[in-house]
């Protein structure tokens, strides 16, 4: 079995900083990709940033690049999404996508069960 858990969510004013955590724990071989992606009420989940683990190579959405960084701590098993400037329209449910290997089923990805983020004066 795989877990994973987000943390790091809350309330903050717009122009304000959140640093999100990524955990995975259980059967992993390894970790290959983990991507954040958010999804407000009514709309659909969007990408907001992903790593490639191995080469810590990473992609952002247009809406959130030069604010946003995403990071990884391998001997954790842990990702980062650092938020700064964070405006109203980036709240949302953030999620945590691991494409991951996983002993007899091989590659596999497993869903976070998300963190709140609620950006508002």
């Known amino acids: 079995q795989v877990q994973v858990v987000e943390s790091g969510g809350g309330l903050v004013q717009p122009g304000g900083s959140l640093k999100l955590s990524c955990a995975a724990s259980?059967?992993?071989?390894?970790?290959?990709?983990v991507g954040w992606y958010r999804q407000a009420p009514g709309n659909e989940r969007e990408l907001v940033a992903a790593?490639?683990?191995?080469?810590?190579?990473?992609n952002y959405a247009d809406s959130v690049k030069g604010r946003c960084t995403i990071s990884r701590d391998n001997a954790k098993n842990t990702v980062y999404l650092q938020m700064n400037n964070l405006k109203p329209e980036d709240t949302a449910v953030y999620y945590c996508?691991?494409?991951?290997?996983?002993?007899?089923?091989?590659?596999?990805?497993?869903w976070g069960q998300g963190t709140q983020v609620t950006v508002s004066s």
């Open positions: 996508n691991i494409d991951l290997l996983v002993p007899r089923s091989g590659r596999y990805n497993a």
């Open positions: 259980g059967s992993i071989l390894s970790i290959l990709n």
């Open positions: 790593i490639t683990v191995s080469s810590g190579s990473t």
